[in-house]
């Protein structure tokens, strides 16, 4: 069986995600908000920061305001999500954070999860130069992605019980974002006679094209895992839910092993509910093929294939279908996101162009594997 990849490194790696002057920013701020709040608050940032986030998608800018609000003045701590420049060469096509704004205040108002506290969208991109929203700030914790988790984290400090109760309270939490009506997500819905699984995975084929046309180099990997799709396509494609998209325990904030806020809504859609449990299943997988790659013991008792469906079937009262085929979907995903990642690396020369096209997937192997029916799931 071959490797995962040929070589990892444990260190933290450069990944370039803006040229933005956060002293332009701060400033771009004050401006906004002293319009966007009432007259007499004179706002003033008194602290903004850009701290290595886990994503490479949109910028998140960390600050704190202070302003009058009747008679006191107080300082907010909050958060702005700013949608990502041209020159920094975005992962995705498109940045709706509007649209993202707008899942989430759905997802506060018609259920239970937790998502920060919303307060405005902005999606003129004038006042900074992109659009963005801001929220109020939540404490927690959120697993690393930049070293993973799995190479030694709080996550990998925890004791077996800590780590179940993360796990089992996470998959309860994706029960409950699918429990969500989809009525109150209108907004999402595919076009008429488009099923909710064919309209995502078009989507996806969509992306793959796009990242295509920015150096004219095609995948035949990818290209032969969308054939496979279509070749095992479900039978009977199971019902859409509101699909978190980025569903993975990277982009839940913590408190005491218990989700404190779910992040992260940019890939949200109409979905069968396997795509998020497949993602959720095979992105702690990847780490864990990472860890192994470089001899490390990595968390193997953390979000087994077996133990996510026990533990979601129990909460939700449904049983997942067609795993399989959402398992592979999710693998070929995750190659086309790493792929574009490894053309960013190369445009800020800090990767190298791979004579074979199909070596710009990470996770060659393990997309070849699951294709072939070889692969071990744990």
């Known amino acids: ?17 803006t040229a933005r002057d956060l002293g332009e920013l701060r400033a771009s701020l ?4 002293g319009a966007r709040l009432p007259p007499g608050a004179e706002p003033e940032i008194s602290h903004l920061e850009a701290p290595e986030a886990n994503g490479m998608s949109s910028l998140t800018v960390l600050f704190d305001a202070v302003w009058t609000d009747g008679e006191r003045r ?11 420049e041209a020159a920094s060469v975005p992962v995705f096509p498109v940045y709706d954070l509007d649209l993202q704004f707008r899942v989430m205040r759905e997802v506060g108002a018609g259920s239970a999860v937790p998502v920060p506290p919303l307060l405005w969208s902005e999606p003129d991109p004038g006042p900074v130069g992109a659009p963005f929203f801001v929220m109020g700030r939540v404490e927690g914790r959120v697993p690393p992605d930049n070293v993973p988790y799995v190479f030694g984290s709080w996550v990998t400090e925890a004791t077996p019980e800590q780590r179940r109760q993360l796990q089992e309270s996470t998959v309860r939490i994706l029960a409950d974002v699918h429990a969500i009506p989809v009525s109150r997500f209108a907004f999402l819905e595919p076009p008429s006679g ?68 779910v992040l992260d809504w940019e890939m949200a ?6 795509v998020d449990l497949a993602w959720m299943i095979y992105l702690h997988r990847f780490f864990e093929d990472l860890a192994a790659a470089v001899g490390m013991p990595g968390v193997p008792d953390l979000l087994r294939r077996e133990d996510v469906v026990r533990t979601y079937q129990a909460a939700s009262g449904y049983s997942p279908q067609d795993l399989d085929f959402f398992l592979v979907y999710a693998v070929l995903r995750h190659a086309i996101v790493m792929a574009q990642t490894k053309r960013r690396a190369i445009h800020f020369g800090e990767d190298e162009l791979t004579p074979d096209p199909d070596d710009m997937i990470l996770h060659r192997a393990t997309l070849e594997q699951v294709l072939d029916g070889t692969y071990v799931w744990p």
Not at 30 to 33: I, P
Not at 74 to 84: D, F, G, Q
Not at 240 to 246: K, Q, R
Not at 269 to 274: F, T, V
């Open 74 to 84: 107080e300082t907010r701590s909050l958060v702005a999500r700013v949608a990502p």
């Open 194 to 261: 488009t099923t909710a699984l064919r309209h995502h995975v078009d989507g996806q084929r969509a992306y793959y094209r796009w990242t295509v046309a920015s150096d004219g180099r095609p995948i035949p990997l990818i290209e032969r895992a969308f054939a496979w799709l279509e070749g095992h396509w479900p039978q009977d494609e199971p019902p859409a839910v509101l699909s978190w998209g980025d569903a993975r325990i990277g982009n839940v904030m913590y408190r005491d092993f218990e989700p404190a806020a």
């Open 30 to 33: 004050e401006r906004w908000l």
């Open 1 to 17: 069986m071959r490797p995962v990849v040929d070589r990892i490194s444990t260190e933290k790696t450069v990944i370039t995600k």
């Open 269 to 274: 859609a109409l979905a069968p509910r396997e």
